[in-house]
Protein backbone atom coordinates (compact mmCIF):
# COMPACT_ATOMS: atom_id res chain seq x y z
CA UNK A 1 0.00 0.00 0.00
CA UNK A 2 1.33 3.02 -1.12
CA UNK A 3 1.42 6.40 1.16
CA UNK A 4 -1.55 8.07 -1.07
CA UNK A 5 -3.46 5.09 -0.59
CA UNK A 6 -2.82 5.53 3.12
CA UNK A 7 -4.26 8.72 3.37
CA UNK A 8 -7.21 7.95 0.88
CA UNK A 9 -8.21 5.30 3.45
CA UNK A 10 -8.93 8.12 6.12
CA UNK A 11 -11.79 9.05 3.98
CA UNK A 12 -12.77 5.59 1.96
CA UNK A 13 -15.88 6.06 3.72
CA UNK A 14 -16.91 9.26 2.24
CA UNK A 15 -15.52 8.37 -1.15
CA UNK A 16 -17.92 4.90 -1.24
CA UNK A 17 -21.04 7.71 -0.31
CA UNK A 18 -19.89 9.85 -3.01
CA UNK A 19 -19.92 7.23 -5.69
CA UNK A 20 -23.11 5.98 -4.67
CA UNK A 21 -24.96 9.69 -5.61
CA UNK A 22 -22.91 9.42 -8.69
CA UNK A 23 -23.85 6.00 -9.45
CA UNK A 24 -27.53 6.43 -8.50
CA UNK A 25 -27.68 9.72 -10.53
CA UNK A 26 -28.64 9.10 -13.99
CA UNK A 27 -31.34 6.15 -12.94
CA UNK A 28 -34.11 7.89 -13.30
CA UNK A 29 -33.29 9.30 -16.46
CA UNK A 30 -32.98 6.07 -18.13
CA UNK A 31 -36.20 5.20 -16.56
CA UNK A 32 -37.42 8.42 -18.85
CA UNK A 33 -36.12 7.05 -21.81
CA UNK A 34 -37.13 3.53 -21.30
CA UNK A 35 -40.85 5.19 -20.91
CA UNK A 36 -40.23 7.04 -24.39
CA UNK A 37 -39.05 4.15 -26.20
CA UNK A 38 -35.53 5.12 -27.14
CA UNK A 39 -31.99 6.41 -26.67
CA UNK A 40 -30.99 9.72 -25.78
CA UNK A 41 -29.14 10.50 -29.17
CA UNK A 42 -32.40 9.48 -30.75
CA UNK A 43 -34.30 12.08 -29.18
CA UNK A 44 -32.35 15.33 -30.61
CA UNK A 45 -33.46 14.19 -34.33
CA UNK A 46 -36.80 14.73 -33.47
CA UNK A 47 -36.24 18.76 -33.28
CA UNK A 48 -36.41 20.78 -36.14
CA UNK A 49 -33.14 21.84 -37.95
CA UNK A 50 -34.10 25.63 -37.16
CA UNK A 51 -34.39 24.56 -33.56
CA UNK A 52 -30.95 22.80 -33.67
CA UNK A 53 -29.37 25.53 -35.10
CA UNK A 54 -30.05 28.09 -32.43
CA UNK A 55 -29.57 25.69 -29.55
CA UNK A 56 -26.25 26.58 -28.18
CA UNK A 57 -27.10 29.90 -28.21
CA UNK A 58 -30.53 29.56 -26.73
CA UNK A 59 -28.58 27.65 -23.95
CA UNK A 60 -25.98 29.66 -23.39
CA UNK A 61 -28.17 32.77 -23.12
CA UNK A 62 -30.39 30.62 -20.71
CA UNK A 63 -27.82 29.92 -18.90
CA UNK A 64 -27.18 33.73 -18.72
CA UNK A 65 -30.62 34.62 -17.65
CA UNK A 66 -30.27 32.15 -14.92
CA UNK A 67 -27.00 33.33 -13.65
CA UNK A 68 -28.45 36.96 -12.74
CA UNK A 69 -31.55 35.80 -11.96
CA UNK A 70 -30.24 33.07 -9.25
CA UNK A 71 -27.75 35.86 -8.08
CA UNK A 72 -30.63 38.55 -7.59
CA UNK A 73 -32.78 35.99 -5.93
CA UNK A 74 -30.76 34.68 -3.38
CA UNK A 75 -30.95 37.66 -1.03
CA UNK A 76 -34.71 37.00 -1.40
CA UNK A 77 -35.51 34.15 -1.50
CA UNK A 78 -33.81 31.22 0.62
CA UNK A 79 -32.37 28.03 -0.67
CA UNK A 80 -34.90 25.48 -0.68
CA UNK A 81 -35.43 21.63 0.15
CA UNK A 82 -33.94 19.37 -2.22
CA UNK A 83 -37.45 17.89 -2.85
CA UNK A 84 -39.09 21.06 -3.22
CA UNK A 85 -36.85 22.06 -5.78
CA UNK A 86 -37.82 19.07 -8.06
CA UNK A 87 -41.72 19.55 -7.22
CA UNK A 88 -41.12 23.05 -8.55
CA UNK A 89 -39.36 21.86 -11.89
CA UNK A 90 -41.18 19.04 -12.38
CA UNK A 91 -44.71 21.59 -12.56
CA UNK A 92 -42.47 23.62 -14.80
CA UNK A 93 -41.71 20.86 -17.23
CA UNK A 94 -45.35 19.36 -17.27
CA UNK A 95 -46.75 23.25 -18.23
CA UNK A 96 -43.70 23.47 -20.99
CA UNK A 97 -44.53 20.12 -22.14
CA UNK A 98 -48.18 20.91 -22.52
CA UNK A 99 -48.08 23.25 -24.95
CA UNK A 100 -45.19 21.44 -27.34
CA UNK A 101 -41.64 23.36 -29.00
CA UNK A 102 -42.69 26.82 -28.37
CA UNK A 103 -43.50 26.66 -24.65
CA UNK A 104 -40.45 24.09 -24.16
CA UNK A 105 -38.34 26.77 -25.46
CA UNK A 106 -39.76 29.17 -23.46
CA UNK A 107 -39.44 27.37 -19.88
CA UNK A 108 -35.92 26.40 -20.25
CA UNK A 109 -34.17 29.37 -18.86
CA UNK A 110 -36.55 28.92 -16.23
CA UNK A 111 -35.80 25.64 -15.51
CA UNK A 112 -31.91 26.47 -16.05
CA UNK A 113 -32.51 28.96 -13.12
CA UNK A 114 -34.10 26.15 -10.84
CA UNK A 115 -31.14 24.21 -11.43
CA UNK A 116 -28.44 26.67 -10.85
CA UNK A 117 -30.39 27.88 -7.48
CA UNK A 118 -30.97 24.39 -6.46
CA UNK A 119 -26.79 23.93 -7.23
CA UNK A 120 -26.01 26.73 -5.51
CA UNK A 121 -28.14 25.63 -2.33
CA UNK A 122 -25.86 22.20 -2.50
CA UNK A 123 -22.77 24.48 -2.47
CA UNK A 124 -23.73 26.57 0.74
CA UNK A 125 -24.71 23.41 2.19
CA UNK A 126 -21.31 22.64 2.05
CA UNK A 127 -19.95 25.57 4.06
CA UNK A 128 -19.17 27.34 0.16
CA UNK A 129 -20.48 31.09 -0.69
CA UNK A 130 -22.24 31.13 -4.00
CA UNK A 131 -22.01 34.76 -4.16
CA UNK A 132 -17.90 34.44 -4.87
CA UNK A 133 -16.78 34.31 -8.22
CA UNK A 134 -14.75 31.16 -7.68
CA UNK A 135 -18.03 29.12 -6.15
CA UNK A 136 -20.15 30.15 -8.77
CA UNK A 137 -17.41 29.21 -11.79
CA UNK A 138 -17.83 26.08 -10.21
CA UNK A 139 -21.15 25.86 -9.74
CA UNK A 140 -21.88 26.56 -13.32
CA UNK A 141 -19.13 23.68 -13.89
CA UNK A 142 -21.30 20.98 -12.49
CA UNK A 143 -23.50 21.34 -15.95
CA UNK A 144 -20.42 20.28 -17.54
CA UNK A 145 -21.31 16.96 -16.44
CA UNK A 146 -22.80 14.28 -19.20
CA UNK A 147 -26.59 15.12 -18.39
CA UNK A 148 -29.23 12.46 -16.81
CA UNK A 149 -30.21 10.83 -20.22
CA UNK A 150 -26.68 10.00 -21.05
CA UNK A 151 -25.75 5.86 -20.14
CA UNK A 152 -22.47 7.32 -18.05
CA UNK A 153 -20.53 4.02 -16.48
CA UNK A 154 -18.23 6.58 -14.64
CA UNK A 155 -15.51 7.20 -17.45
CA UNK A 156 -16.35 10.72 -17.81
CA UNK A 157 -15.87 12.92 -14.92
CA UNK A 158 -14.29 15.74 -16.90
CA UNK A 159 -16.61 18.60 -15.01
CA UNK A 160 -14.96 17.60 -11.47
CA UNK A 161 -11.67 18.47 -12.67
CA UNK A 162 -12.03 21.74 -13.88
CA UNK A 163 -10.55 23.65 -11.19
CA UNK A 164 -7.66 24.09 -13.78
CA UNK A 165 -9.55 25.73 -16.64
CA UNK A 166 -11.68 27.97 -13.50
CA UNK A 167 -8.56 29.69 -12.99
CA UNK A 168 -8.42 33.51 -14.33
CA UNK A 169 -11.21 32.70 -16.66
CA UNK A 170 -14.74 34.64 -16.32
CA UNK A 171 -17.63 33.50 -15.30
CA UNK A 172 -19.09 34.18 -18.92
CA UNK A 173 -16.07 32.05 -20.07
CA UNK A 174 -16.79 29.08 -18.43
CA UNK A 175 -20.83 29.61 -19.75
CA UNK A 176 -19.24 29.65 -23.10
CA UNK A 177 -17.24 26.75 -22.17
CA UNK A 178 -19.88 24.35 -20.95
CA UNK A 179 -22.80 25.56 -23.33
CA UNK A 180 -21.96 23.01 -26.54
CA UNK A 181 -22.31 20.02 -24.26
CA UNK A 182 -25.29 21.49 -21.84
CA UNK A 183 -26.90 22.09 -25.69
CA UNK A 184 -27.19 19.26 -26.45
CA UNK A 185 -28.37 17.49 -22.73
CA UNK A 186 -31.47 20.41 -23.00
CA UNK A 187 -32.05 19.35 -26.49
CA UNK A 188 -32.63 15.84 -25.23
CA UNK A 189 -34.73 17.24 -22.50
CA UNK A 190 -36.92 19.59 -25.32
CA UNK A 191 -37.55 16.82 -27.88
CA UNK A 192 -38.79 14.44 -24.63
CA UNK A 193 -41.07 17.89 -24.03
CA UNK A 194 -42.42 17.54 -27.82
CA UNK A 195 -43.59 13.51 -27.83
CA UNK A 196 -46.81 13.63 -29.28
CA UNK A 197 -49.95 13.36 -26.17
CA UNK A 198 -47.34 12.54 -24.12
CA UNK A 199 -45.80 16.24 -23.93
CA UNK A 200 -46.82 17.35 -20.47
CA UNK A 201 -46.16 14.36 -18.74
CA UNK A 202 -43.01 13.81 -20.29
CA UNK A 203 -41.74 17.35 -19.39
CA UNK A 204 -42.41 16.56 -15.79
CA UNK A 205 -40.76 13.39 -16.23
CA UNK A 206 -37.78 14.88 -17.69
CA UNK A 207 -37.70 17.76 -15.60
CA UNK A 208 -38.08 15.56 -12.43
CA UNK A 209 -34.61 13.56 -13.50
CA UNK A 210 -32.80 16.23 -14.29
CA UNK A 211 -33.39 18.30 -10.79
CA UNK A 212 -32.78 15.14 -9.39
CA UNK A 213 -29.33 14.37 -11.66
CA UNK A 214 -27.82 17.67 -11.33
CA UNK A 215 -28.80 17.85 -7.39
CA UNK A 216 -26.72 14.12 -7.37
CA UNK A 217 -24.29 15.57 -9.29
CA UNK A 218 -23.84 19.02 -7.09
CA UNK A 219 -23.74 16.73 -4.12
CA UNK A 220 -20.71 14.91 -5.24
CA UNK A 221 -18.67 17.61 -6.33
CA UNK A 222 -19.05 19.60 -3.44
CA UNK A 223 -18.68 16.71 -1.07
CA UNK A 224 -15.39 16.38 -2.87
CA UNK A 225 -14.43 19.80 -2.71
CA UNK A 226 -14.91 19.88 1.10
CA UNK A 227 -13.38 16.43 1.65
CA UNK A 228 -10.64 18.41 0.09
CA UNK A 229 -10.50 21.17 1.79
CA UNK A 230 -11.26 19.34 5.40
CA UNK A 231 -8.96 16.83 5.13
CA UNK A 232 -6.38 18.78 3.25
CA UNK A 233 -6.11 15.88 0.41
CA UNK A 234 -5.10 16.85 -3.38
CA UNK A 235 -8.74 17.17 -5.01
CA UNK A 236 -7.26 15.36 -7.65
CA UNK A 237 -6.23 12.87 -5.83
CA UNK A 238 -9.80 12.19 -4.10
CA UNK A 239 -11.16 12.36 -7.37
CA UNK A 240 -9.32 9.20 -8.59
CA UNK A 241 -10.44 7.72 -5.98
CA UNK A 242 -14.29 8.39 -6.75
CA UNK A 243 -13.15 7.10 -10.34
CA UNK A 244 -11.75 4.35 -8.55
CA UNK A 245 -15.00 3.51 -6.63
CA UNK A 246 -17.11 4.07 -9.07
CA UNK A 247 -15.91 1.78 -11.78
CA UNK A 248 -15.10 -1.35 -9.45
CA UNK A 249 -18.68 -1.27 -8.18
Request: proline fraction near 4%.
Amino acid sequence: MTGTDLVLADTSTEIAALAKRYRSAGGIGLQVLNALGGKAENLLERLPDKVKDRLESATEKALEVALRAAAGSRGVVPDQKGWLNTALATAMGAAGGAGGLPSALAELPVTTTVLLRAIQGIAAEHGFDPDLPEIRKECLSVFASAGPLSQDDGADMAFLSTRVTLTGGTVHGIIRSISPRLATVMGQKLAAQTVPILGAAAGAATNYAYTSYYQQMAQVHFGLMRLARDSGQPREALIAALRQEVARR
